[in-house]
């Protein structure tokens, strides 16, 4: 047999990495493309009247959040930036040479979570 195939581990441990960099992922996307253009509309059109404030009333807003579309898009928009955050929170800390191990992971995702969790909640409670 030939020694390049000897340091193969034949038996790789499992990683759960990829669940936490594809969250990574979609809350940096999300982060980089939509929330520009929700502040964009929300914070400079809407107040300088260049967006009907009639379009953005209470009812029409309420109507949005609690249709499919507009839940995917309230919970997107308080979850995944969240989970990007507590990824590079958690990936950061250890490369400030704070190794909080296991705990620190743990304390960042669950963080994540509940916030995506509340999330949720509060869509459905709408």
């Not at 441990?13 to 982060?31: C, M, N, Q, V, Y």
């Not at 929300?42 to 249709?67: H, N, Q, W």
């Not at 989970?83 to 490369?95: E, N, T, V």
Request: charge should be negative; charged fraction near 15%.
């Amino acid at each position: 047999m030939c020694k390049e195939f000897d340091v193969i581990n034949q038996n790789p441990k499992r990683s759960d990495e990829p669940i936490w960099w594809g969250l990574f992922g979609a809350g940096g996307t999300w982060f980089a493309m939509i929330t520009p253009v929700t502040i964009l509309v929300l914070g400079i059109l809407a107040p300088l009247g260049v967006i009907d404030a009639e379009s953005l009333s209470y009812e029409r807003v309420s109507e949005f959040a609690t249709s499919f579309i507009g839940a995917l898009f309230v919970i997107g928009t308080l979850a995944l930036p969240m989970w990007h955050a507590m990824h590079r929170l958690h990936h950061g800390m250890h490369d400030l040479k704070l190794h909080v191990g296991v705990a620190g992971k743990v304390a960042c995702y669950f963080f994540a979570g509940l916030i995506s969790a509340l999330a949720i909640i509060f869509v459905f409670m709408i």
